[in-house]
């Protein structure tokens, strides 16, 4: 019988990440592995073929995503059931039948069976893959072992839930910003491909010498209506080309460098990944999960690699048995304010509390500048769009006007 195969991520006693594939008889097994090669173990996935892929997760092509919304309303109703003392396996039976989202009505099953067959609930999870994300699975694995599951649950909840709120305010301060670019491409589009031609024509039957502008814009609406293949292959090679070079660690880096030198989005990432940062770290601190497993998490979660980083930095300093606040402080993406709470943090014991309370305050900075990104974003486009169709209505008609000036 052919070992299952094992996809891991860890960290060396340097602080580097170590990838690498192993075949052994279990999950667990692969862990004692690693930790006796003195690794941190980051995550671990069963390395699947596609037909088995298709047979354990359900695969359809239009089945609905496990979204933040579906994980907290399972982790608070999980919660419930276990504070009221039903067994672990019991309520994973009962939410998969309850839960309306049936790829995570699938996963529970699965769980449900590793957690019977001896397996550690936490380790059940993981198993997952991608579906339940780290900080849970590592808030799981310190509230088995403290015992204190049903109280991580409702953290994990609650957590899920403001993480949530934070990516729909992000989310709904793009959404009419992206409606008016896309309406924008859109009626350009149309002008230069079914209204310009209508004049080409005419000035065409004039005979009469045209002006620059007009030149100039025949000239781009002749080659989108004759090469207009070449500028969609040049759009779709644009998108794959940039989605591949985004896909590696320079690309990616450049990239996020990039977003957070953005005028008003640039402050709004940062301001998110702080939050992220405050409440992840906090609950997972709060939760009795290791300071070095914590950061790791950390880092994992965080939408932007400069912050993730930074972060990095702070795991190697602590490592070494130094202050998390001196890398922090170097990194010059933190603003002063954070850092100085997290050093006070630290020098009280309170570093959870303080980094909770970051995290409330940067959310409600998000949403101010939210608002302030629409507020800004939207007449700057609205303005753009004028000008595009306005040149190309005075270009058009600048032959009219020049015809009635020789009468």
């Known amino acids: 019988m052919r070992l299952p195969v094992y996809v891991y991520r860890a960290r060396d006693g340097a602080g580097e990440l170590v990838q690498g594939r192993a075949d052994v008889g279990s999950e667990r097994e692969l862990i004692m592995r690693l930790r006796n090669q003195g690794l941190l173990v980051l995550g671990i996935e069963v390395e699947r073929d596609l037909g088995v892929v298709i047979q354990q997760q359900g695969f359809t092509l239009f089945s609905r995503r496990v979204g933040g919304k579906d994980l907290a309303v399972f982790a608070r109703q999980f919660a419930v059931m276990i504070k009221a003392g039903l067994p672990a396996v019991q ?3 009962v ?6 989202n049936q790829r995570l009505a699938r996963a529970l099953d699965r769980i449900g069976n590793d957690v019977e067959s001896g397996d550690a609930l936490s380790e059940a999870f993981a198993r997952q893959g991608k579906l339940f994300p780290p900080v849970m699975i590592q808030m799981i694995a310190a509230g088995e072992v403290g015992g204190i599951l049903d109280d991580v649950l409702d953290r994990v909840a609650n957590q899920l839930e403001k993480d949530e709120i934070l990516r729909q305010k992000v989310r709904s301060a793009l959404v009419y910003p992206s409606i008016v670019v896309v309406v924008a491409v859109l009626v350009v589009t149309f002008l230069m491909t079914f209204v310009v031609p209508k004049f080409v024509q005419v000035y065409a039957d004039m005979g009469s010498e045209l002006p620059g502008p007009t030149k100039l814009l025949m000239a781009v609406s002749g080659a989108m209506r004759t090469y207009w293949y070449l500028f969609l292959l040049a759009l779709v090679a644009a998108i794959f080309g940039l989605k591949a070079w985004w896909a590696t660690d320079a690309g990616a ?26 409440r992840t770290l ?15 998490v950390v880092e994992r979660v965080l939408g932007n690699r400069v912050l993730a980083a930074a972060v990095r930095d702070v795991l190697g300093e602590v490592q070494e048995g130094q202050s998390m606040v001196v890398p922090l402080r170097r990194s010059k993406v933190f603003p002063p304010m954070v850092v100085e709470m997290l050093a006070v943090g630290e020098e009280t014991g309170t570093l959870s509390d303080m980094l909770n309370k970051v995290a409330d305050f940067y959310e409600e900075e998000v949403q101010r500048a939210a608002e302030r990104l629409s507020a800004t974003v939207e007449p700057l486009i609205i303005v753009f769009l004028a000008i595009t169709v306005g040149f190309i209505v005075v270009s058009m008609m600048l032959p009219v006007f020049n015809l009635w000036t020789m009468f």
Do not use: W
Request: net charge positive; aromatic share 2%.
């Open 91 to 93: 309520c994973l039976r």
């Open 95 to 100: 939410l998969a039948r309850q839960v309306t």
């Open 253 to 278: 880096m450049l990239r996020d460098r990039a977003i957070l030198k953005l005028p008003v989005a640039g402050p709004m990432v940062i301001k998110s990944n702080i939050a992220r940062f405050g």
């Open 282 to 296: 906090g609950g997972l601190l709060a939760s009795g999960v290791p300071i070095l497993k914590a950061l790791a």
